[in-house]
C-alpha cells in the first residue's frame, strides 16, 4: 500500500523508546496553535512511499536502533490508518517494535472506522496518546477538535487491547500551564493501568520560520516559550493528581 509521507528520521531518540526510525506522516484535521509542523498538515504535501519501502530502507539502520523500533507520527498518522495498519503488520511479521504517535484523532466507536482502529491495534505496541488539553473547551480553543476523541481512543485502547500507552502533554503558558488543569490531567489518567509512561514537553517556537514560509500567521506570535524546569513543574502537579486518585482522595479541583 501507497502512504503519504512528510519525512523519515532515522536516529529518533524522542519518540519512543530507545533509538527509532520515525516516519512523519502527511495529514493532520487539527491546527494546534503550538504547532510546530504546519507543513504536515496538507496531505497532499507528502511523497509516496510503500510500505515496503519503508521497511526495506529502516533494514540499513536497524543494527543501530539499541532498544528500539518503528515509530510513525504526523501529522496525525490516524489520517491514513489503512497505510499504517499494514505498515505495522508487515513490520510486526519483522519483529520489529511499533509506536504510534497520536492525539486519537478520529477516533469514533460508533461507526464502521472501528474495525479500522481494532485491526492497527492489533499490530502496535505501545501508542503514545498525546492529550493536548483536559478540558474539553480548552482544547477546542487550543487545536479546534474534540477531546471526545482523545478520550474515548484510550478508552478503547484500555478496554480492547493490549497496546501500553504513553501519555504526552505539552505545557503552553495561558493555555495548558495551569495548576488545575494539570491536576485534573493526572487525576484523570490515574484510572488507566495500561498507562505506563509521562512525557511532559515544554512549548517552543522553533516552527515560527515555517508559518511565514506557508503564508500563515503564527497564532501564538509573541508566546513565552516554557523551560525545562516548567516542565517539571507541571510534572509534579500532574503526579500529585495521580496520586490522591490512586489513594483514593476527593480530587482537589
Ligand atoms: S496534531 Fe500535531 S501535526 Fe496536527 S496540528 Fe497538532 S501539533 Fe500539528
Known sequence: MIGYIHSIETMGT?????????????GCPLRCKFCH?????????GKKMS????????????????NGGLTVSGG???????????????AKKRDIHTCLDTSGTTFNKNTERIKKFKKLAKYTDLVMLDIKHIDKYGYKTLTGGNL???????????METDCKVWV?????KGYTYKTDALYKLGYYIARYKNITGLDVLPYHAMGENKYEKLGLEYPLKGMEAMTKEDAIKARQVIEAGIRDRLLGNKPAY
Open 37 to 45: 509542523n504546519p507543513d504536515t498538515w496538507n496531505i497532499e504535501n
Open 51 to 66: 510500505t515496503e519501502e519503508i521497511l526495506d530502507d529502516f533494514e540499513k539502520y536497524r543494527p543501530f536502533l539499541r
Open 168 to 172: 504526552r502533554h505539552v505545557i503552553v
Open 14 to 26: 524522542v519518540d519512543g523508546p530507545g533509538i527509532r526510525y520515525v516516519v512523519f506522516t502527511s
Open 148 to 158: 471526545d476523541e482523545t478520550l474515548d481512543f484510550l478508552d478503547f485502547l484500555s
Open 76 to 90: 496525525d498518522p490516524l489520517v491514513q490508518i489503512d497505510f499504517v495498519a499494514e505498515l505495522f503488520e508487515c
